[in-house]
């Protein structure tokens, strides 16, 4: 209980001791300035990682898009090359045949189709 009697005489003491000051205006006024000017400027910067993550997703479609353009101009050519390849060679177009063995014995190779 004695410690409640001495906090409570602390704390008066400290209160007739300490007075919080006024602001002059001035001050006021050039804090208002200050703290004006930080949000605005905090604010503009907090939209250039935005514009970076804008500019990271442009680059990206455009790297789709030239590659799926890329693979349609070479896709039809190496169809073209393929199916001259197979036409050079018609012997890879005929299915193959079935096969007889010397005792009489019939085996079969795998069917095409």
């Known amino acids: 209980m004695n410690n409640c009697g001495s906090e409570e005489n602390m704390r008066h003491l400290l209160q007739a001791i300490y007075r919080p000051a006024a602001a002059s205006s001035q001050f006021k006024k050039r804090l208002l300035e200050r703290l004006t000017h930080d949000l605005v400027g905090e604010a503009k910067s907090s939209t250039q990682p935005l514009l ?5 997703w442009v680059a990206i479609a455009a790297t789709l898009i030239l590659t799926v ?9 190496s169809l ?4 001259v390849a197979l036409a050079a060679s018609p012997t890879s177009l005929v299915p193959p045949t079935e096969t007889s063995s010397s005792d ?3 085996n079969s190779t795998s069917r095409v189709g």
Do not use: A, N, R, T
Not at 69 to 77: A, F
Not at 80 to 83: P, V, Y
């Open 52 to 56: 970076k993550q804008l500019k990271l």
């Open 69 to 77: 353009i890329g693979y349609g101009v070479w896709l039809p050519q």
């Open 80 to 83: 073209e090359s393929d199916l």
């Open 104 to 106: 009489g014995d019939s």
